[in-house]
């Protein structure tokens, strides 16, 4: 298992980072909005075996649409089209459920799933690309992207070797407290070995801050998609990637992570 995740990473990553710094804004929107649309799908995959009624298929289809056009607004900077949209969503799941109803009142819960993963998933990575079109936009992406998944990849492996103390036994056995801290720890150490190096305009306490809420926001997300997991009686989201399960296995800390990412860039440094 770690060899096919340390392979699918060696692949993955070079091909990543040429895309990123090479291409244009509305390349690195399209990557967002592949990554966007496969967690999406996958989340819907999750919510409908986590219930009796399965996958309503109308509002993952139509939420795809809105989730691409939610990213699309973003490169542009169209805050407010993007709210617009999240309201046409929910407007189209309303609509969508009335017909399905007649089936019985427990399609709501499977309506309400849905709809939740049509909001958070484009939504909150639609993040990513508001903050790529910010001054130094490129720099941060990565600031983030490197602050949230070695965080990730450390708290696996302290919690592989040193964890004694479970974080969540009801929702993930496998998290440790000392995963989560050794998470936390190299989340703050990555981000000021960062600021020095490409970012020294930034004050290093917030530096700090700014790492932590990160970090917490992402634990908080990989958690969060364990329990749907753990609803739906299922190990991985999906197989597309070798070694680390689904897309959304990958991104869920980062889907968290964005909006606080970007909120900080625009509002506190």
Same mark, same amino acid.
């Given at each position: 298992?770690?060899?096919?995740?340390?392979?699918?990473?060696?692949? &993955?990553?070079?091909?990543?980072?040429?895309?990123?710094?090479?291409?244009?804004?509305?390349?690195?929107?399209?990557?967002?909005?592949?990554?966007?649309?496969?967690?999406?799908?996958?989340?819907? %995959?999750?919510?409908?075996?986590?219930?009796?009624?399965?996958?309503?298929?109308?509002?993952?289809?139509?939420?795809?649409?809105?989730?691409?056009?939610?990213?699309?607004?973003?490169? %542009?900077?169209?805050?407010?089209?993007?709210?617009?949209?999240?309201?046409?969503?929910?407007?189209?799941?309303?609509?969508?459920?009335?017909?399905?109803?007649?089936?019985?009142?427990?399609?709501?819960?499977?309506?309400?799933?849905?709809?939740?993963?049509?909001? %958070?998933?484009?939504?909150?990575?639609? &993040?990513?690309?508001?903050?790529?079109?910010?001054?130094?936009?490129?720099?941060?992406?990565?600031?983030?992207?490197?602050?949230?998944?070695?965080?990730?990849?450390?708290?696996?492996?302290?919690?592989? %070797?040193?964890?004694?103390?479970?974080?969540?036994?009801?929702?993930?056995?496998?998290?440790?407290?000392?995963?989560?801290?050794?998470?936390?720890?190299?989340?703050?150490?990555?981000?000021?070995?960062?600021?020095?190096?490409?970012?020294?305009?930034?004050?290093?306490?917030?530096?700090?801050?700014?790492?932590?809420?990160?970090?917490? &926001?992402?634990?908080?997300?990989?958690?969060?998609?364990?329990?749907?997991?753990?609803?739906?009686?299922?190990?991985?989201?999906?197989?597309?990637?070798?070694?680390?399960?689904?897309?959304?296995?990958?991104?869920?800390?980062?889907?968290?992570?964005?909006?606080? &990412?970007?909120?900080?860039?625009?509002?506190?440094?």
């Amino acid at each position: 298992m770690h060899l096919k995740r340390w392979i699918t990473a060696i692949v &993955a990553i070079p091909v990543l980072v040429a895309l990123i710094i090479k291409g244009p804004p509305a390349v690195f929107a399209g990557l967002i909005a592949l990554i966007a649309v496969l967690s999406m799908w996958e989340y819907f %995959y999750i919510v409908s075996r986590g219930n009796k009624t399965g996958m309503l298929k109308p509002i993952p289809i139509a939420g795809a649409v809105v989730g691409l056009l939610i990213i699309a607004a973003a490169l %542009y900077g169209a805050f407010s089209v993007m709210l617009l949209l999240v309201f046409a969503a929910l407007l189209i799941a309303a609509l969508l459920s009335m017909p399905a109803y007649q089936s019985g009142p427990e399609i709501m819960e499977t309506v309400a799933g849905q709809v939740q993963g049509v909001v %958070y998933i484009p939504l909150a990575l639609a &993040a990513l690309v508001l903050l790529r079109g910010q001054p130094d936009g490129l720099t941060w992406i990565f600031f983030v992207v490197l602050v949230v998944f070695l965080g990730d990849v450390a708290a696996f492996y302290v919690g592989s %070797y040193l964890g004694r103390h479970k974080l969540s036994p009801a929702i993930s056995p496998g998290k440790t407290v000392e995963g989560a801290l050794g998470g936390l720890a190299v989340n703050i150490v990555v981000a000021l070995v960062f600021k020095t190096l490409l970012l020294p305009e930034l004050a290093g306490g917030l530096v700090v801050v700014f790492a932590l809420a990160l970090g917490i &926001a992402g634990q908080i997300g990989d958690l969060f998609e364990s329990e749907l997991k753990r609803a739906a009686g299922i190990k991985d989201s999906g197989g597309i990637l070798p070694g680390h399960g689904g897309m959304l296995d990958r991104v869920d800390a980062l889907i968290f992570a964005a909006p606080v &990412a970007c909120a900080f860039n625009m509002f506190v440094f």
